[in-house]
């Protein structure tokens, strides 16, 4: 009697244990589909709602050469399209750099600005900063240039600090030369220059 009552309890429990583990991996399985929507997306919903409604683009890079063989590269750290609108481009932290083919290098900054390839434009808004090889720098708060030519103006006032002085005009512009000639930095409307040439070692002497 007591032989078949424990060869029943083995039969039952052959049955019982591989069904009580199916039942644990089927909990298993259903709890490892149950997912948090706001656990898994690292967003806000409010930048969610932008990215979605302003294309962003992070790190773009434009580059050019002119007909002159003139490099024109033009960076920035973000570039947004408001609203989705497309033939303009808002941009922050915008970095241009000129290789003239004259062997002068020439490099803006600026906080933001607005481009516009379609219509070969660029806007340089805000603390703008032209630094060139030949030792001047010039500020401003507007520049506008060309993205495919070296075609640089400044519609408002400018200073200019370099090795013959400081000098304050109402406009600036800069202008590739003709016929292989070096650029043309040209200031106009009341040009006032503080003429302070550098010493040189002999005069320190």
């Not at 507007?142 to 304050?168: E, F, R």
Request: glycine share 8%; aromatic share 6%.
């Amino acid at each position: 009697m007591q032989s078949d009552r424990y060869s029943q309890l083995v039969g039952w429990l052959k049955v019982l244990l591989p069904m009580m583990a199916l039942g644990l991996l089927s909990t298993l399985f259903l709890l490892s589909r149950v997912i948090d929507p706001e656990a898994v997306i690292p967003f806000a919903d409010k930048e969610i709602q932008d990215r979605l409604r302003d294309q962003q683009v992070t790190g773009p890079v434009y580059y050019a050469v002119t007909a002159d063989g003139d490099e024109i590269s033009f960076a920035a750290d973000k570039l947004t399209t408001p609203q989705g609108e497309t033939g303009g481009n808002q941009a922050e932290n915008i970095k241009v750099v000129m290789t003239l083919s004259s062997g002068s290098k020439l490099v803006m900054t600026a906080l933001r600005g607005h481009f516009d390839i379609e219509a070969d434009n660029t806007e340089l808004i805000g603390n703008v900063v032209l630094d060139s090889s030949t030792g001047f720098r010039v500020t401003s708060e507007l520049l506008v240039t060309q993205m495919s030519t070296l075609d640089v103006n400044s519609p408002g006032p400018v200073t200019a600090k370099g090795p013959i002085g400081t000098l304050d005009a109402g406009t600036m512009t800069l202008r590739a030369g003709k016929a292989g000639e070096p650029a043309q930095l040209i200031f106009t409307n009341g040009v006032k220059l503080i003429y302070t040439p550098e010493q040189s070692k002999s005069d320190l002497k």
